[in-house]
C-alpha cells in the first residue's frame, strides 16, 4: 500500500492560483501513475488530472485543461497539481490517487486506482 497526503488547499478568489502537493511513500513510487481527483458537496467523484510514472505522459478533463498543470518530482516522491485561473466551480475536495501497476498508463476512472490520500479542501469565492 502506499501512503498519500496531500497539502496545499485552501481559500482563495477566482480568477487566484493554488499549488497542491502529494507526498507519496515507497520505493517504487517512480513506476506508477498517479491521478488527482476532487468532489464536491452532492457530487459524484471526478477525474482532475493524471501523470505517467516517468511523468512523460499528462491527461487532463476539459474542464481544467489549460488552466491545471500536472508534474511530479520522483526524487521526492511527491506529485503536484498547480491551478490557476481558479473558478467558485473548482471548489470541492482534491484528493490524489496511485495506480500500483507498475508503468500503467493514466486512467480517469477512480475504481481503477488503489490507494488514496484523504484531501485538502479547494474554496473558490466569486
Known amino acids: 500500500q502506499v501512503q498519500l497526503v496531500e497539502s496545499g488547499g485552501g481559500l482563495v478568489q477566482a480568477g487566484g492560483s493554488l499549488r497542491l502537493s502529494c507526498a507519496a511513500s515507497?520505493?517504487?513510487?517512480?513506476?506508477?501513475?498517479l491521478g488527482w481527483f476532487r468532489q464536491a458537496p452532492g457530487k459524484e467523484r471526478e477525474f482532475v488530472a493524471g501523470?505517467?510514472?516517468?511523468?512523460?505522459?499528462?491527461l487532463y478533463a476539459d474542464s481544467v485543461k489549460g488552466r491545471f498543470t500536472i508534474s511530479r518530482d520522483n526524487d521526492k516522491n511527491t506529485v503536484y497539481l498547480q491551478m490557476t485561473s481558479l473558478k467558485p466551480e473548482d471548489t470541492a475536495r482534491y484528493y490524489c490517487?496511485?495506480?500500483?501497476?507498475?508503468?500503467?498508463?493514466?486512467?480517469?476512472?477512480?475504481?481503477?486506482?488503489?490507494?488514496w490520500g484523504a484531501g485538502t479542501q479547494v474554496t473558490v469565492s466569486s
Open positions: 515507497g520505493r517504487t513510487f517512480s513506476t506508477y501513475a
Open positions: 501523470i505517467t510514472g516517468s511523468g512523460s505522459t499528462t
Open positions: 490517487a496511485v495506480r500500483r501497476v507498475y508503468y500503467s498508463r493514466i486512467y480517469s476512472n477512480p475504481h481503477d486506482y488503489d490507494d
